[in-house]
């Protein structure tokens, strides 16, 4: 049964003219008001630094919508867009935070008559995080109401700060603005529908769980493959590479959810601290691992393109981890992202080992791999097992064959929830589940730090658009047997 909020809520957007705000987060605002999970009085405030006014910034979010979706909706498109009013203003200018403040007051004074919810977006480069909650601050916006009938949260985009120093500054300023209940950090991975059927697929199946440990599972892959390069996102993508920008957070959830015990209850802060678990047993790699351990690489023409020559940020990365717990010792998990590649790819693959290899199978097929079970992200989301049966006729042969599971295929009219969309209204409704906590942030950057130290003396590999990751990490494997 979906929860559905009584008390008038303001969507507070900062960046509302960015990238993010027209390729996600206008268009999910817009299904969850087609489905009726939207607060049933509600307001959207953008702020940004564009020099707009209030017909001119709706209509232009009724071309974001129209460029996104069509026309088919446009009653109730142009419906929605009457809750939008617009606060133009530089982040780092404290009167255009005043303004924004008297703008809120206004709203609840003369529109809902009632102190509302505020939920503060910043949908803005992590490096603007300190200014912008700063400024929230000393302009009073997240006083809370004298009679406490409306809520003030926060949510803010991954990447979590730009290393352990700032993420640690951030929740500082964060702890002093709100309590943790208030905050809600994004991964917006952890909202896709077949990550949060792992946990489903895992513990609702007793045929997996009692082989989900290192007595059956010979390694874990996750990848996040992408063929587009990073022209489009210039100097902020220079700033934080491939390992900061989807390991850090991304990859790491992803891992978490694989290997994280079960819960004794499925309640948010239950499932949160068993994936926190997960993150604090990884072992650290060091610098000298680094080498083995990891590899690091640029495609070619990167430099070129963004007109910063020289640069040695990672544009590839794939690198093993090991968490250090009786279950998962000894088990590899491979990691591994990178744009520029030969084919866009988001899954999680899971390998069973062989544990008789005097079995029925023919000598020939004993190297091959057993089993695998394979939860993809992308290009479209489904689970499948890869299993081997025997070939029909007078011989021992065998192949194999793949049982799949796709929503698509069910028979049925399933709509999958964007991602944002399910962020979303998990923030609207108070559900911390599918949001990292402090404490994982924490072990993810402690783990992310290591490698980052380590690459200060890690050569970059540089590789061709189009390549393959597994072609990339065998070069750097030549290059540093060669070393």
Known sequence: MSKKLVTPTIFVVFGITGDLSRGKLVPALFDLYLKNRLPGHFQVVGFSRRDLSETEFRTYISEILEYKIGTANKTAMLEFVKHFSYIKGLFEDQGAYLRLEQHLRDLDETIFHVCTNKLFYLSTPPSLYETILGNISESGLTVPCSDDTGWTRVLVEKPFGTDIENARRLDVLLGKLFKEVQVFRIDHYLAKETLQNILAFRFSNAIFEPLWNNEYIEKVEINILERDTVENRGSFYDGMGALKDVGQN?????????????????????????????????????????????????????????????????????LFAYVNSKRWKGVPFMLTSGKGLNEDRVDIRIYFKDNDPASFLPKQYLTQERNQLTFTIKPEEKISILFWVKIPGFETKIEPKRLTFTYHDAGEMVVIPDAYERVLYDCFVGDHTLFASTQEIEAQWNFIEGILRAWKNTPLHIYKKGSKPEDIAQMAQVASAAR
């Open 250 to 318: 991304h990859l790491l959830q992803m891992l978490s959810l694989v290997a994280m015990e079960r819960p004794e209850m499925v309640f948010p802060e239950t499932v949160r601290a068993a994936r926190t678990e997960v993150l604090k047993h990884l072992i650290p790699i060091s610098e000298s691992d680094a080498l083995t351990a990891t590899v690091r690489g640029q495609y070619e023409g990167y430099q070129e393109a963004l007109r910063l020559p020289g640069s040695q940020t990672e544009t590839f990365f794939s």
